[in-house]
């Protein structure tokens, strides 16, 4: 009864109907646009995927089948790849992902404190030696990182510090990746300034302005800091095959690193798997924190 | 003095855990290696005090030094630039609309999550190989391949599809940078009746233009440095015909492999002046195109 | 050149609507002011019309052709945001530029474009600052002048001189309505300045929550307005509001002797009658009563006298020049019956029958 | 524990779970001694034994490959074991010569823990369907040309008879002993002739030219890993791999393989030889010598830890060890055995393990060898430059 | 509660001298306007009392301590942006309670001061909503509320009502004044509004190009501009000026009959006159002159009147309430000596001998 008068009035107002006639053609002009861009995305998408298909297919196969064949499908699906590559190694792993674990969450969180730390005092702070310190950060970028690999081992091993998560974990509370703090300090000098002011006036002290202003204001940034130090932490192998003795304490990508050997024995099809396993956290974290990313914070406090 | 306190406090204190790392953990190291590159190193003895002679070995005689350079400063100058625009422009597809789009943000950085593991070297091979995906869907409109990835004139383009494949991060960086201009400028410039395109380089390039910065500066340093995807890709010998022989592979091999650390840490300050260099032009030059809308001064 | 035709039109925010089945119709060459408390929907009705803020139903017709979907740009318009919105990377030479610079106009017309306009709004020691550089009210001229350097066919202008000095405001005022005058294109303005809205508007148009009070020009308004919001928003001192209750002909309002009503149409028994500060006469007027001063307020030409009355009703009075009471002085005041408005209890303007005036 | 020593080395599943097995039952023998193992794949065990060595931080015992025996000798990363053979460790059970490749300058550096030889799996099926019939164990240059031929054109080309092994210095090492001719002297000067680099890759040429042998595309990418040979993804015949890496290739592939040795060139000496896969060294920064001897000796010497062990590592060079062995050998672990029995006759001499240095020379043959492949010079200029850039590398690495 | 002292303070952007040699006390508990043409160095003052602008030159002292280098966090004052600088990413509630937080205050006595805020401003049902989602006038009440909820030493105000409507703003000015009254706690606040500035203020400070021009009571600054400058800026509408020479003690305006001309101590034969526009008088006054009507300007309760004299000369008559001139008619206006300003010809005001007025 009620439609019917709505639908009445909607048929009596010309313009009414009018607003609802746009409305049908916008939003199928909308359509048109989005499908056609959704078909570009999907095709992308498939170029993108491609090799993680072939990494799963390939995590499925016979071992005697992965190099030979070159389709996707396996003849049969061998999902002992994943419950016997589990417990391939000496040591399962389960205690690979706790090291793993372990040591990323740390790291995470010691590179998004001090690097924003460091960010905040680059990008915010003015201080006698700014520059020049902001050069020697730029310039521990540019060295490879193999020729310090061995004076840094050398001083690790003085400090003991060998063989534990120590010189895993401790460089990242002390901002030893200057990536991030470039980052920070290019996402920090697009907030507004007046909002630094505004909480100088609320009484905040520098520490008080980046914990309650800086840090809520960059999410985005932090949040792709986090996402990259996570993935880079969680997928480096370089540090922790230098410092890292037992396998006991051994991380996920040193263990896959485990599986394959140029000169003997490999178990591709276990390796396989237990790579596509690793992906999982971070892809899990990935799209829990890209969220982050993409809810930009409109700066329309100002004028 | 108090003010000179008062003026740096601050400062000083935030960047205290930088300092302690940079000066404790990174600094030494640093030297070291400058120490070394004058040295004659083997790891295992003793260093062996060699004045300039890795430097002058490196420019009079060691040809491989020169194919490392011309390899990588072609890799530089075609992969920066294609990463990127890859990447702003999938960015730029990704930043509005589409509620399915945390969908897509996650298989496009899907590569770059890969990195350069095993699974990607067989798949490059295999995909750049002679019967490799590739020449199969060239042959399909008509044009018979090569060995892209075996042949010495192509190996390292293919090394470019792959950084080119691997632009997730710069994505993510510009997806973030995309988030942080305001709405209103683009209100602004649709009123002034501004084209899509003219929006995009009249507004959205110079306001992204410090994240591009960032961007530019940092994968111009990355690529410089690539080792991984290389390294694998040739087994570590940058074949074919050295055509892959990357600055830091040339530098990893003549380290870990002959046992050359003092002639590898020299390489390895040559590579950080050019990248210097390089840096500098992009810091010098950034002033006249990069805007920062809170710098005082 | 442009006509604009409203009709229904809404706009909500999830539950919240903030502009409610709004129908008005602009004339093809009228200065429409806008009007209405904080929040009331002005900026948003202007965003609408530019194109903006996506109208939640309703239509909008430029010269008769629905634009609802047409984008912004397309719709030969140009506006000063209340934010100003100035491009922060660009020099205020390239703010103002930009948007001819879309028309691909001759470089020469331009640089005289942007520089007249430069010259009127007194900013040509600036034209090569960046925004940041800017005081407010420098920045609050470049957006002005990156409207009016293009000669679109419809001016959308919010609150453009909210942050301009008073001298400033004035020459900009003048500016704007030879602008008008050499142009005669449409322009919608949103102002809280009374004699901007009374000065430059052929129409004004009352806004209060999303809806329409009163539409009519200026004189119109104060003379006449149609309800007591409209009667209390426009006039600056405020209009002085007395309730009465109304009983056999007679009116009777606290304070004041009984008067003998004219006959108003309406069966009410409450009504409110108000009376503008200016016409409050001291120790004159046709109704009269006892006060005491209780603040005179110093505004230079004139003062505002505060006045308590026995009940504790306070009403202003607009003294002119030369006039010397004091605080706490005691006066008698009143008022004629001619300058009395009177509304009823749902706060509409009832209108005396004419051949009963006295 | 009151003693504690660390064992380091290369590995793979299967290798690491017997090493931990051995560890565990060392362990239980000498309760006093904790030993710690710690294993990495081949590729980064290098980087991580070069950034321990230059930290004076090596494990007690190391597993040592020929091809970097020599560079760590020579520095002296590892510590010469004369004093304690027959002392702590005892060898008396040895093959003789076994360890004459880890001994250098009179001093045993590396004990023998594995044997291998030189070999040339092949697909058998692809050999037989393709009817080729050979003696594997005396094989001639000619007769692979000619099955090779056989294979390629019975495939119409989708299987080639073999990888192009032209850069296989290996191979090229076998090559070259057949003509009498070593890589390096005793005191480390190069030996090999300009003419036996030409002859080998002038015959590759050949090979390539009649389009028997897998294409240029397969052939520039060096060093191979497994996964990328013909071999196993079927599109070649052959390859050359070392004999105790058979069981590894095998379990990548469905068809069988059998095993034939580098071929003869007709009328030259056989250029057949044994070597270690991998050595146990001891370290200059052991710290318990002792505790690390016990550790060796168990090795080399407990029934249960070769059973344990396997031919993993290469076939125990030892006839006790191989006797032991005997009876728990799988049907490619068999053949391989047998193999390398069957070859030990052909052995002349053992090659003399590389200088310092050598490794570099061996990419320089990879490197020039590539610009012959690829069509850009010929064989003999491409010999010419090898060996003038080989003495230049020497020289260098000498200093 | 402080009191300020400026010493020689300068400002400097580069080679531009944004604030030059300023001197000036402002007392404790004082409410001090500080008003000035668009781009004179308001805010700068503003911002460098508060310390968020580096101080090029001179001293300030608070409370008679030099504070120079004292950061901003630590001078005990409140501010209200020109620009709002509200936190985009917290709610109005909290953007309020922001700096109470700080000061580690009860949350009971938080929250009742928000709420209060909240109240007196108009914005209860705003308080969970972020700052992109209120309208301009919205926000810069937000703003005000930020300031307010803390009660510190120094308040300052930079344009705070600009963007709100008429009524409200006089509302805010209300609550303003009561806020003052209650705390009695110094206040300096920009305005563009004459009447803010007069009904606010103790003292106004008339800043121009960075100096100061006069400082005094808003009567003193009416009544006695201290030149030229002053006397056109306050007052509004604007203060007509009149040339004018001066020989054998009379003086000679165009269109006007010469008059004789009190002792005025200074020996310039150019002078100016100034007559506000209240104190013309049509077909009045001790110096008459004959116009005609160019221009009504409608106001409501009153009107201006623009009117052409012979010579060119045009002056501005504010004519009250009921006023029936229309365009294009001619009048005869005049005013007495006692209503003109003299300024001699280096704009400064010059003073009349009292003994000579007639
Ligand atoms: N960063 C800067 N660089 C150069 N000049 C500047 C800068 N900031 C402000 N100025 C100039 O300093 C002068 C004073 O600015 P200020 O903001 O104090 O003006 P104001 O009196 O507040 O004006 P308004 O009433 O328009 O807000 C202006 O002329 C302005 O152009
Ligand atoms: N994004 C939003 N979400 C919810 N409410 C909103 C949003 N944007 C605006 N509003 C509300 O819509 C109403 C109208 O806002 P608008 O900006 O049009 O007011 P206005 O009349 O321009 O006020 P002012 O004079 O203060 O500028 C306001 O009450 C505001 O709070
Ligand atoms: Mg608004
Ligand atoms: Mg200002």
Redesign the interface.
């Known amino acids: 009864m009620k439609t019917n008068v709505i639908e009445q009035a909607v048929i009596a107002d010309p313009d009414a109907r009018l607003a609802h006639e746009i409305k049908e053609r916008q939003r199928a002009r909308d359509k048109r646009a989005r499908l056609l861009k959704h078909l570009f995305l999907v095709i992308l998408s498939f170029v993108m995927i491609y090799p993680l298909l072939w990494l799963v297919a390939s995590s499925l196969k016979p071992e005697n089948e992965i190099f030979g064949d070159l389709g996707l499908w396996p003849s049969s699906f061998e999902w002992s790849n994943y419950t016997e590559g589990w417990n391939a190694l000496p040591v399962s792993f389960t205690v690979f992902y706790k090291n793993s674990a372990i040591v990323t969450v740390l790291s995470v969180i010691g590179n998004l404190l001090s690097c924003s730390f460091a960010a905040y005092a680059f990008a915010r702070l003015r201080f006698d030696g700014r520059t020049f310190f902001f050069g020697l950060m730029m310039m521990t970028m540019m060295l490879p990182y193999h020729v310090v690999l061995i004076p840094q081992y050398v001083l690790f091993l003085e400090l003991g510090w060998v063989d534990t998560y120590l010189p895993l974990i401790v460089p990242r509370f002390l901002a030893a990746d200057g990536f991030f703090i470039f980052l920070m300090v290019q996402f920090f000098r697009q907030i507004p300034r007046e909002l630094d002011e505004a909480a100088m006036i609320d009484g905040c002290s520098p520490f008080k302005i980046y914990w309650a202003v800086i840090l809520p204001l960059s999410l985005p940034a932090m949040g792709t800091a986090a996402i990259f130090s996570l993935i880079w932490v969680w997928e480096d192998f370089l540090a922790p095959l230098i410092y890292l003795n037992d396998v006991q304490s051994y991380t996920v990508p040193l263990a896959l690193r485990m599986f394959i050997d140029q000169e003997g024995q490999s178990a591709f099809g276990q390796m396989f798997a237990m790579s596509v396993l690793s992906l999982v956290p971070v892809l899990i974290f990935f799209v829990a924190f890209q969220k982050l990313i993409i809810r930009g914070i409109a700066t329309s406090g100002m004028k | 003095m108090r003010k000179f306190f008062r003026r740096n406090t601050a400062g000083y204190v935030f960047l205290t855990p930088w300092l302690v790392g940079f000066f404790f953990l990174a600094l030494g190291p640093i030297l070291v290696s400058l120490y070394l590159s004058f040295t004659r190193y083997d790891m295992v003895s003793a260093p062996v005090w060699d004045g300039l002679g890795n430097y002058r070995y490196m420019f009079e005689y060691d040809r491989r030094f020169w194919k490392a350079l011309e390899v990588t400063f072609t890799f530089v100058a075609f992969s920066v630039p294609l990463r990127l625009a890859a990447a702003l422009g999938v960015a730029m597809l990704l930043d509005k609309g589409l509620r399915t789009i945390g969908v897509y943000r996650a298989i496009f950085y899907l590569p770059s999550l890969l990195g350069a593991s095993i699974a990607i070297a067989l798949l490059w091979r295999e995909m750049f190989g002679l019967n490799g995906v590739i020449n199969q869907v060239l042959a399909m409109v008509g044009i018979t391949g090569k060995g892209w990835i075996t042949d010495p004139d192509t190996s390292i383009y293919t090394i470019v599809v792959l950084a080119m494949w691997q632009f997730g991060s710069p994505m993510l960086i510009f997806l973030a940078g995309l988030r942080g201009i305001p709405r209103d400028l683009y209100e602004a410039a649709e009123i002034d009746g501004t084209s899509r395109f003219r929006q995009f380089r009249r507004i959205t390039l110079p306001m992204l233009a410090p994240v591009i910065f960032f961007n530019l500066v940092l994968q111009t340093i990355e690529a410089f440095k690539t080792f991984t995807s290389a390294f694998i890709i040739s087994n570590g010998t940058g074949a074919p015909a050295d055509s892959l022989l990357f600055y830091t592979v040339y530098l990893f091999n003549e380290a870990f492999k002959f046992f050359r650390m003092g002639y590898a840490s020299a390489l390895a300050w040559v590579l950080l002046l050019i990248i210097a260099a390089f840096t500098a032009l992009a810091f010098a030059t950034s002033k006249y195109w990069v805007h920062y809308e809170n710098e005082r001064d | 050149m442009a006509g604009l035709t409203l ?2 039109v809404e706009k909500s ?1 999830g539950a919240l609507t903030v502009i409610k089945e709004l129908n008005l119709d602009i004339h093809d060459g009228e200065f429409l002011v806008l ?5 009331c929907g ?3 009705l202007l ?1 609408m019309i ?3 803020e996506e109208i939640s ?3 909008i017709a430029i010269d008769g052709k ?1 634009v ?2 047409l ?4 719709r ?4 000063v ?10 020099s205020v030479r390239k703010n103002l530029a ?2 001819l610079q ?2 691909s106009m001759p470089k020469a017309e331009i640089a005289r474009r942007v520089d007249e306009a430069a010259r009127i709004l007194q900013i040509e020691p600036l034209m090569e600052r ?1 925004p ?7 920045k609050q ?1 470049v957006a002005i002048g ?1 409207a009016i350097v ?1 000669e679109p066919g419809l001016f959308l202008f ?2 453009p001189l ?9 020459q900009m005022r003048v500016e704007l309505a030879a602008l008008y005058e050499r142009l005669k294109t449409t322009m919608i303005y949103v102002t ?4 901007e809205a ?2 430059l508007a052929s129409r004004i148009v009352v806004l209060r929550g999303g809806k329409i009070e009163q539409v009519g020009t ?2 119109e308004l ?1 003379t006449r307005p149609a309800n007591l919001f409209v009667a ?7 209009i002085n509001m007395l309730k009465a209750t109304v009983s056999g002909g007679q009116a009777k309002m606290a304070d004041f002797a009984a008067f003998a009503l004219p006959d108003l149409g309406t069966r009410d028994s409450e009504l409110t009658i108000c009376v ?4 409050i006469q001291l120790g004159g007027g046709e109704v009269q009563a006892e006060g005491k001063i209780r603040l005179v ?6 003062r505002l006298v505060h006045i308590d009355l026995a009940s504790g009703q306070r009403l202003l009075f ?1 003294a ?2 030369a006039d010397s009471h004091r605080a706490g002085e005691s006066v008698t005041l009143g008022f004629d019956r001619a300058d009395m408005h009177f509304f009823d209890s749902s706060e509409q303007r009832v209108e005396p029958a004419l051949a009963e005036v006295a | 524990a009151t003693q504690s020593i660390r064992h380091f080395w290369w590995g793979n599943p299967t290798r690491d779970e017997r090493t931990f097995k051995v560890i565990e039952m060392f362990q239980g023998s000498h309760p006093d001694i904790a030993v710690q193992g710690e294993t990495i794949g081949w590729g980064d065990y290098w980087t991580k034994m070069a950034t321990q060595t230059a930290g004076g931080n090596m494990a007690d015992v190391i597993q040592m490959a020929h091809t970097y025996i020599h560079e760590y000798v020579q520095r002296g990363g590892v510590v010469p074991l004369n004093d304690y053979i027959g002392n702590g460790i005892d060898l008396s059970h040895y093959d003789a010569g076994a360890n004459d490749i880890g001994t250098m300058g009179g001093d045993l550096y590396g004990i023998n823990i594995g044997a291998t030889c030189p070999s040339i799996p092949y697909n058998k099926r692809v050999f037989e369907e393709a009817g080729v019939e050979f003696d594997p164990l005396a094989w001639t240059t000619d007769d692979f040309a000619a099955a090779c031929e056989k294979i390629t054109s019975s495939t119409g080309g989708a299987v080639t008879g073999s990888e192009d092994m032209s850069l296989y210095m290996e191979t090229f090492e076998i090559f070259c002993r057949q003509a009498g001719v070593d890589f390096y002297s005793e005191d480390g000067e190069l030996t090999m002739t300009v003419e036996q680099v030409a002859a080998w890759w002038q015959m590759w040429k050949d090979l390539r030219d009649a389009g028997v042998v897998e294409g240029k595309d397969a052939t520039v990418q060096l060093d191979k890993g497994m996964a990328d040979l013909g071999l196993i993804r079927g599109t070649t015949a052959t390859t050359f791999r070392w004999a105790n890496q058979t069981g590894a290739l095998q379990g990548l592939m469905q068809d069988p393989l059998g095993l034939a040795i580098v071929p003869q060139r007709a009328g030259l000496q056989s250029g057949h030889f044994v070597l270690p896969s991998m050595f146990l060294c001891l370290t200059r920064d052991a710290g318990d010598i002792p505790a690390a001897l016990a550790y060796i000796d168990n090795w080399v010497n407990d029934e249960e830890t070769i059973k344990v062990l396997g031919i993993d590592r290469g076939i125990p060079p030892s006839q006790k060890g191989r006797d032991i062995l005997a009876p728990q050998l799988n049907e490619t672990d068999a053949m391989v055995v047998t193999f390398f029995g069957e070859t030990q006759s052909q052995i002349l001499s053992t090659p003399v393990i590389g200088p310092k240095g050598s490794g570099e020379v061996r990419d320089s043959f990879m490197r020039t060898g590539t610009e012959v492949v690829l069509g850009n010079m010929s064989p003999q200029d491409a010999a010419d430059q090898f060996i003038h850039d080989a003495e230049g590398i020497l020289i260098r690495a000498s200093r």
Do not use: C, W
Request: proline residues 6%.
């Open positions: 009709r229904n925010y009007v209405g408390p904080s929040g002005k900026s948003t965003r530019a194109g903006l139903d309703g239509t629905v609802n979907d984008p912004a740009s397309k030969d318009l140009s506006m945001f209340q934010s100003y919105a100035l491009y922060p990377h660009m930009f948007g879309n028309l960046k940041r550089q800017l005081s407010g009210g420098q001229r990156r293009r919010d609150e909210s942050n301009l000095d008073a001298e400033l405001r004035v809280h300045d009374q004699v009374m000065t200026p004189e104060y209390g928003f426009i006039g600056s001192p405020r503008r500060p200016e016409a307020e110093y505004l230079g030409a004139e607009h002119q020049g």
